[in-house]
């Protein structure tokens, strides 16, 4: 898990390419400012050192012959197995090392075997070649501004920002986030900076797709398979040579990543009387775990909003990010790496308010998704066509909320998770984004998910027996946040929603007006 950072462009000079590398230095602590350059090309990263400690996998790394080299933000949890099957005998115990051999013996056809996160660059000094890849579901982050002389690749924004100071906003993904609480479609809030997209792969600027979410009908699994598979799912995102904790809500999500992971530490957080410690509490005796309680406090959460923000060049999506933050701090002083529980509500259909308007809806109807969608006091329409645009072709309505949720809602969870957790030099792994389970559940009816009107029966089902009976069986809460009691009096007018002035928060912290737009 790093922070990397590459360009071709002409005429960069390396110590402003070093400066930008050093806006992540929080992304790679333990080996930070790692660097190469071969003519115009200059690869950068910041190692935060997971699997093979040894600084022999330090990063940019380089093939046996030096002709290649790699910078990689990630992790291949079944390299072991990759190298076994593939017959390469690893000098280092890294994913590293493993991720660029199998590139070179078998070009794009490899990220079909890989099981985990990644964005990485491979770059070929002799022909100047760049090869550059991102995850299926987009778990690891990775920002491109291409320009006509060349690329900028980056883990994080602040580093292209400081490459590129002069980019304007994108007004209209400054609207995307006012009506939808974050950016679809590769949008930032910055024009010409995109998110790479994920399930893709470039071959010197031309991009192909090498995944997509398979679409039409599909048999649910049997509970057998259904436990087989997040098992598999959280056993590998427990290989490391650093500790592994998991952030424990009192959800069912996180309850059951933390049963299942049985790991010594898990940690919740929460504001003052705004929290469900007793619930996390009971779960952790339950489990038998040194569990820690993060309170924060209003001040303390505007402070951390603030330079969360500040750091990240960008608007925090939603309230309970800072709360993660905060929680994840705590979390540095013994684990490295911490379990969480994205993804779940996707995989089985747990908003229920919206699937199950998509489950008994006969026909497509924006308005009536935006309603139950959309948080801000004004609705733009026209936003949100865009952003669910790429899946309105799968026809009724419970396979478009369901494709949408699973794609795009999940992406800006995700960049939600990665953020809170690498801002303190943690990394987040998330068993309900494995891939194999979102192919498996893809197309799976909404009667399974929600069978007898129970939210996530499956999972109810299935791990319930690992937990306490009233925690399988409680709403579904998360980490609450009473905006009315954290944000500062003069955030906004006082018009518009709690979500409203949020929004006019993180704009005025970044210094861009605040008045919100026309919508229709």
């Known amino acids: 898990m790093c922070g990397i950072l590459f360009t071709n462009r002409p005429g960069m000079e390396r110590e402003d390419f070093v400066a930008a590398l050093a806006t992540m230095r929080h992304r790679g602590p333990d080996a930070p400012g790692g660097y190469a350059r071969h003519g115009d090309a200059q690869l950068g990263h910041n190692r935060l050192s997971i699997v093979d400690l040894n600084p022999r996998s330090n990063q940019p790394f380089w093939s046996r012959d030096r002709r290649h080299a790699i910078v990689f933000n990630g992790e291949i949890y079944n390299y072991r ?29 490899m990220l079909g075997w890989l099981y985990g996160m990644f964005a990485f660059v491979v770059l070929d000094t002799v022909t100047g070649e760049t090869f550059v890849a991102r995850d299926r579901l987009g778990v690891k982050p990775l920002y ?36 939808l609480r974050g950016f679809f479609g590769g949008r930032t809030l910055y024009r010409g900076i995109e998110m790479f997209p994920p399930g893709c792969f470039s071959r010197n600027g031309k991009m192909t797709r090498y995944w997509s979410l398979p ?30 904790g998991s952030y424990l809500s009192g959800g069912l999500d996180s309850s059951i990543v933390a049963a299942l992971a049985r790991r010594a530490h898990t940690w919740v957080t929460g504001l003052p009387g705004e929290n469900e410690f007793e619930w996390a509490e009971k779960v952790a005796h339950h489990l038998g775990t040194e569990h820690r309680a993060i ?14 923000i500040v750091a990240r060049r960008e608007p925090l999506a939603v309230p309970n990010e800072v709360l993660l933050f ?9 684990n490295t790496v911490v379990l969480s529980g994205e ?28 309603r139950r969608y959309c948080y801000g006091g004004q609705l733009d329409l026209e936003v949100v066509e865009d952003a669910v645009a790429p899946f309105v072709g799968r026809g009724e309505p419970f396979a478009i909320v369901s494709a949408f949720f699973q794609i795009a809602h999940l992406h800006g969870l995700l960049r939600r998770l990665d953020n809170a957790t690498m ?38 089902r299935v791990f319930g027996h690992l937990l306490p009976a009233d925690v399988v069986h409680r709403p579904k809460v ?31 912290a970044l210094g861009l007006e605040t008045s919100s737009p026309t919508c229709v």
């Open 343 to 370: 993804g779940a509500d996707e995989l089985f259909a747990g908003y229920d308010r919206i699937f199950r308007w998509a489950g008994e809806s006969r026909a497509w109807d924006v308005r009536e998704f935006a």
């Open 81 to 109: 197995e990759l190298a076994r099957t593939h017959g390469i005998a690893l000098r280092t115990g890294s994913d590293t090392e493993l991720l660029l051999e199998l590139w070179l013996r078998h070009g794009e056809k």
């Open 215 to 244: 679409e039409g009908p599909q048999t649910p699994p049997t509970d057998e398979e259904l436990d087989a598979l997040l098992r598999s799912a959280v056993d590998y995102r427990l290989i490391a040579d650093v500790p592994v």
């Open 478 to 508: 998360g980490f609450p946040v009473n905006l009315d009691r954290v944000l500062p009096r003069g955030t906004s007018d006082g018009a518009g929603t709690a979500m409203d002035r949020w929004f006019d928060f993180n704009l005025s």
């Open 423 to 460: 801002l303190c030099g943690v990394e987040g792994r998330v068993p309900f984004v494995d891939h194999r389970l979102v192919e498996r559940l893809a197309g799976v009816p909404l009667g399974y998910k929600m069978a007898g009107g129970v939210v996530k029966a499956p999972l109810k």
């Open 326 to 334: 905060e929680m994840t701090r705590a979390v540095k002083v013994k």
């Open 144 to 179: 491109v501004h291409e320009h006509a002389d060349g690329v900028i690749l980056a883990s994080e924004i602040a580093a292209i920002l400081r490459l590129v100071p002069e980019t304007a906003v994108d007004e209209f993904a400054l609207r995307q986030y006012r009506a």
């Open 295 to 308: 309170t924060v406090t209003a001040e303390r959460f505007v402070a951390a909003a603030q330079e969360m």
